[in-house]
């Protein structure tokens, strides 16, 4: 089955414990990205790669890290979690790397994070 | 400037009757992507519909249609002969030309609660 899957699905944590959470696509997807959810504010776009070893910061990168070693993962890293980062993330892949308007992006099923 | 509004926090709607759900946006792009997604209760992001600056027709996809409208800059998402499942959040998105399509913004969303 096509998918983008994540884990965990759910963390809680305490304020400056590194964590990784795992993003992995089976679709041979070019372009992969990170988003969190926050009420009020819709998604907004942490950093995404358009392709292995290239990757860019989107809207709200502070705080965040990313690594686009494999086509396939884009693992989301937070060296130094703060309870402002408490959020729904979701990571999402397209097809292609290169500019293309109607590329659709598929989403993973989010995992909600807390930083106590 | 908000680069994607919906105005509506929420909407209200009797099973089998219509809705629209309003999406304005702000680019000085010639070229851009307009989508929707649905977020039901359980959390995942569902792609629903795309349309392009340049088509010339409406998008349909089922009961899924795209009210576009370029010189008004909107892009409102109608849903015919609604249903149960129907109730979700609905975030309309956008990909510019003046970020080499790479990154999606999205608006805060509308919640749509569908009565028996």
């Known amino acids: 089955e096509a998918q983008v899957t994540q884990n965990p699905r759910y963390l809680i944590t305490v304020t400056g414990k590194k964590l990784t959470v795992t993003c992995s696509q089976n679709?041979?997807?070019?372009?992969m990205s990170w988003y969190r959810q926050d009420p009020g504010l819709g998604l907004r776009q942490i950093y995404y790669?358009?392709?292995?070893?290239?990757?860019d910061k989107g809207d709200v990168p502070e705080g965040y890290k990313v690594s686009r070693k494999e086509k396939r993962n884009f693992p989301l890293i937070l060296e130094s979690p703060s309870p402002n980062q408490t959020s729904l993330y979701f990571c999402?892949?397209?097809?292609?790397?290169?500019?293309?308007?109607?590329?659709?992006?598929?989403f993973g099923p989010g995992t909600r994070l807390t930083v106590l | 400037a908000q680069k994607i509004t919906q105005t509506q926090p929420g909407m209200f709607v009797q099973e089998k009757e219509a809705v629209t759900l309003d999406c304005t946006y702000d680019?000085?792009?010639?070229?851009?992507?307009l989508f929707w997604y649905k977020q039901p209760s359980s959390g995942e992001m569902i792609f629903l519909i795309y349309?392009?600056?340049?088509?010339?027709q409406n998008a349909t996809e089922g009961r899924y249609s795209l009210n576009f409208q370029k010189a008004r800059k909107s892009a409102n998402l109608v849903i015919s002969a609604s249903q149960l499942g129907d109730s979700a959040m609905y975030f309309c998105?956008?990909?510019?030309?003046?970020?080499?399509?790479?990154?999606?913004?999205f608006g805060t969303g509308t919640r749509l609660l569908v009565s028996p």
């Open positions: 349309q392009g600056s340049y088509d010339e």
């Open positions: 680019t000085s792009d010639q070229s851009y992507g």
């Open positions: 999402a892949s397209s097809l292609e790397g290169f500019p293309n308007p109607s590329d659709t992006q598929y």
């Open positions: 679709m041979n997807h070019e372009y």
């Open positions: 998105a956008m990909r510019e030309e003046g970020t080499g399509f790479q990154k999606l913004v």
């Open positions: 790669s358009m392709n292995v070893e290239v990757t």
